[in-house]
């Protein structure tokens, strides 16, 4: 039996880091019930996540501040990528997650997408992912590696998706951005982004080549042979882009473009 319960209902008065902000698309509010049961463990019912992009129901959630054991499950909507569900267990250094979203699209059309999440030798977690679309399977395999004293690490063991497939391993650098190198194939691309640290912000030096390509967006564009050097540097609000680039026979929904430069 529960040693003490009760009610909450609260809503944010202002979100001070912007991404959240935008994510969320405004200040959410929560409400729910919990109880604090006599062994100690917190737990949560009935639980209403609300923000104008993202919205979960009815979530059950508990804590236990002696081992650190946490268990999940919600269900929801985000405005922009349809129905998500998440079931978590575990600790906040070996967490377990299984994430469903079936019409996600994200650009590509993408349905029924499942990623898990589980707990990596060394620390951090391993990310798998799979799910569907028009051009064909998305597969990923990612490790996450992080803890105290040690940036957070990306390895991309391999994110494949419509025929295309990227590898490699990326660091955060002190000042935020990452720093490493990055692969990409297939469909008749290669590439390579160089990622670095400028100022405090993302720069990507890219050097990509294309013979008998095709770019699986909608409509596709095809490419009979071009290459490409340039460099991104994410400056918010205004990105800065320089390099060059040249291409011929380029063929889009019909349009058709013998040579292209720039």
Not at 61 to 66: F, L, V
Not at 162 to 190: K, N
């Amino acid at each position: 039996n529960p040693s003490v319960s009760g009610s909450f209902d609260g809503r944010s008065l202002g979100l001070a880091n912007a991404s959240a902000r935008d994510f969320l698309g405004g200040d959410p509010a929560v409400k729910g019930n919990f109880a604090l049961g006599s062994n100690g463990v917190v737990a949560v019912s009935g639980f209403n996540f609300t923000s104008p992009n993202l919205h979960f129901a009815n979530a059950t959630a508990s804590y236990n501040p002696a081992s650190g054991q946490f268990a999940v499950n919600a269900k929801g909507a985000s405005r922009q990528y349809g129905p998500i569900s998440i079931v978590a267990s575990g600790t906040s250094t070996a967490p377990t997650a299984t994430i469903r979203m079936p019409s996600p699209d994200f650009g590509f059309g993408i349905t029924n997408l499942v990623a898990e999440v589980r707990p990596a030798q060394g620390g951090g977690v391993f990310v798998t992912a799979t799910g569907d679309s028009p051009e064909g399977d998305l597969d990923a395999r990612v490790i996450l590696l992080f803890g105290e004293g040690r940036p957070l690490t990306l390895d991309i063991q391999r994110a494949a998706f419509a025929g295309m497939v990227a590898r490699g391993r990326v660091v955060q650098t002190p000042a935020g951005p990452f720093q490493g190198q990055l692969l990409v194939g297939g469909r008749g691309l290669t590439a390579k982004a160089d990622l670095s640290n400028q100022g405090g912000h993302q720069r990507a030096d890219v050097v990509a080549s294309a013979l008998n390509a095709r770019i699986p967006i909608d409509p596709p564009i095809a490419i009979g042979k071009g290459a490409a050097k340039f460099s991104v540097v994410m400056v918010p609000g205004k990105p800065q882009v320089s390099g060059s680039f040249r291409a011929s026979n380029v063929v889009r929904d019909g349009l058709v473009l013998t040579d292209v430069e720039g």
